[in-house]
């Protein structure tokens, strides 16, 4: 009993010396509360893929990846991870993930985010992940950036606030309120946003050090202004991407059309001044913008085989005389220029699994 008693008492008062030495100890403030924007993804050294700006701003040819569905309206993640490997395979340096083309507005940001992430983990080591993480709140554009620099991205790609749109002191705040997290491309697509993006605000922000470029949709003038005064710009049309590169001093081009053709598109972007290859895709790219992004690829990709033919509502697939047309256009340009390897058909009706709740 007396050994027991002795080493309780002993442990009692290493206790009891304990509990005194950390109420005399001083205390001391948490680190995130003394480092200025801690909170900040890109300001940590553990953050994966940290990325340089110059990295992005020297991508000639980006895919504006497609986001492929289950019959439930699910993300297709095989299918998914097989379209990204193929722009890896044809040589595309980036690829927009979330944009208009991959459907990010029909997304939940759970979904975006995971997205981003997914692409990241599986394809980071081989092509540069820009994620969608712009909005017209400026808040939410600021969280779904935090998040999109933590799960990994190399870049992010910003709109102007849209629909309740803002004047030009308010687009200058809104991106400088994003850039200090890392690499950012500006979007400027105003018949989308309602709002055009003018030279003084990107003058403005083109002080930080984390704008990339800007993706310009106003056509090749304003490509050739930015580019005099030393702004990097990407096309963000497909039918002018040609000119763009070659005649108005585009870095290259953020592309849809790239989707389904990505080899002839690097082609385009790498391989000089080639007005015939040009040319021969216009009838492709007019088909394909026929209706509003990204309708027409969402047909295409499933008459080609490669996706299943889902389509999140409102978008619906091209009528049956354009499918028809998207199946010649094929035949014309040669399937092996295409995406996946089944015959290009002619889908019906009554293929499409249109889903308004998911």
Known sequence: MSAVYHQFSAFRSLK??????????????????????????????????????????????VTAIKTPYLPDGRFDLEAYDALVNM????GAEGVIVGGTT????????DEHIMLIGHTVNCFGASIKVIGNTG????????????????????????????????????????????LPMGPTI???????????????????????????????CVGNDRIEQYTSDGIIVWSGNDDQCHDSRWDYGATGVISVTSNLVPGLIREL???????????????LIEWLFH????????TALAQLGVVRPVFRLPYVPLPLAKRVEFVNIVKKLGRGNFVG????????????ILIGRY
């Open 135 to 178: 909005s017209n709140s400026t808040q939410e554009a600021i969280h779904a950036t935090e998040q999109g620099f933590a799960v990994g991205m190399h870049a992010a790609l910003h709109i102007n606030p849209y629909y309740g749109k803002t004047s030009l002191e308010g687009m200058i705040s809104h991106f400088e309120s994003v």
């Open 341 to 352: 390897e089944k015959d290009v058909q002619v889908l019906d009706d009554d293929d499409f």
């Open 16 to 61: 009891l010396l304990d509990n005194n030495k950390r109420r005399n100890a001083k205390w001391r403030s948490p680190r995130a509360a003394i480092i200025p924007n801690f909170h900040l993804p890109m300001r940590s050294y553990e953050v994966k893929n940290r990325t340089n700006t110059e990295d992005i701003k020297s991508l000639r040819l």
């Open 291 to 298: 209706e509003p992004n990204p309708i027409g690829l969402n």
């Open 102 to 109: 991959g459907e990010g507005q029909l997304m939940s940001w």
């Open 87 to 90: 722009q890896i395979e044809h």
């Open 269 to 283: 972007m790498f391989c000089g001044k080639n007005p015939l290859l040009n040319s021969r895709l216009l009838p």
């Open 186 to 216: 500006i979007y400027n697509v105003p018949s989308r946003t309602g709002q055009d993006i003018p030279p003084l605000v990107i003058q403005s922000v083109a002080r930080s050090p984390n704008l990339a470029g800007v993706k310009e």
